[in-house]
T-cell receptor, first 115, second 113 residues
Framework: AQSVTQLGSHVSVSEGALVLLRCNYS??????LFWYVQYPNQGLQLLLK??????LVKGINGFEAEFKKSETSFHLTKPSAHMSDAAEYFC?????????????FGSGTRLLVRP | ETGVTQSPTHLIKTRGQQVTLRCSSQ?????VSWYQQALGQGPQFIFQ???????GRGNFPPRFSGLQFPNYSSELNVNALELDDSALYLCASGTGGLVHEQYFGPGTRLTVT
């Protein structure tokens, strides 16, 4: 069965500092991998996705993630944090062998950005 | 192009009651998935509908049921509400295909007392 583990329920960085949110996945087949962001009282917005093309994926708002098969990781990074990046971030995996492509989410990481 | 919309925004129900949540899919999308997000947790897949048929179901009891209509709007029905059903319910629409992206609505916050 597929699963996602997000290390760190809370991450705090200073404005302008590097953002690193960690995600490890478990999948018996090559997965699709996603990062979503959720602002307070809102739904989920897709930041970026990995679908077996380039292993370094660039997303919106300056975020990127690198797929590392040997480490079963898909960590999210941003070189310089902005106050508006404060939100909850979810890593998700989807099984390409499953016709529903259901998303299996991690438990989320809340990013706090200090002025 | 309109996005995914959900109604109502908030809802308060009593244990044992029934509830219907509604979702309007993004234009051009033919799949709709429902997720339950309990407080402090990631969303969990309830089920998906594709062309009005259930196309996958998560680990939820039969009292969670759904419908998809010809215009691709959808309903989530929950019978015999329990306190643990209190959560944010998210609807996501997409298109069946090799690369599947799901676009989420803002959710319905259900509180069961």
């Amino acid at each position: 069965a597929q699963s996602v583990t997000q290390l760190g329920s809370h991450v705090s960085v200073s404005e302008g500092a590097l953002v690193l949110l960690r995600c490890n996945y478990s999948s018996s087949v090559p997965p699709y991998l996603f990062w979503y962001v959720q602002y307070p009282n809102q739904g989920l917005q897709l930041l970026l996705k990995y679908t077996s093309a380039a292993t370094l994926v660039k997303g919106i708002n300056g975020f990127e993630a690198e797929f590392k098969k040997s480490e079963t990781s898909f960590h999210l990074t941003k070189p310089s944090a902005h106050m508006s990046d404060a939100a909850e971030y979810f890593c998700a995996v989807s099984d390409r062998a499953d016709s529903s492509y259901k998303l299996i989410f991690g438990s989320g990481t809340r990013l706090l950005v200090r002025p | 192009e309109t996005g995914v919309t959900q109604s109502p925004t908030h809802l308060i129900k009593t244990r044992g009651q029934q509830v219907t949540l509604r979702c309007s899919s993004q234009s051009g999308h033919n799949t709709v998935s429902w997720y339950q997000q309990a407080l402090g947790q990631g969303p969990q897949f309830i089920f998906q509908y594709y062309r009005e048929e259930e196309n996958g179901r998560g680990n939820f009891p039969p009292r969670f049921s759904g419908l998809q209509f010809p215009n691709y709007s959808s309903e989530l029905n929950v019978n015999a509400l329990e306190l643990d059903d209190s959560a944010l319910y998210l609807c996501a629409s997409g298109t069946g295909g090799l690369v599947h992206e799901q676009y989420f609505g803002p959710g319905t916050r259900l509180t069961v007392t």
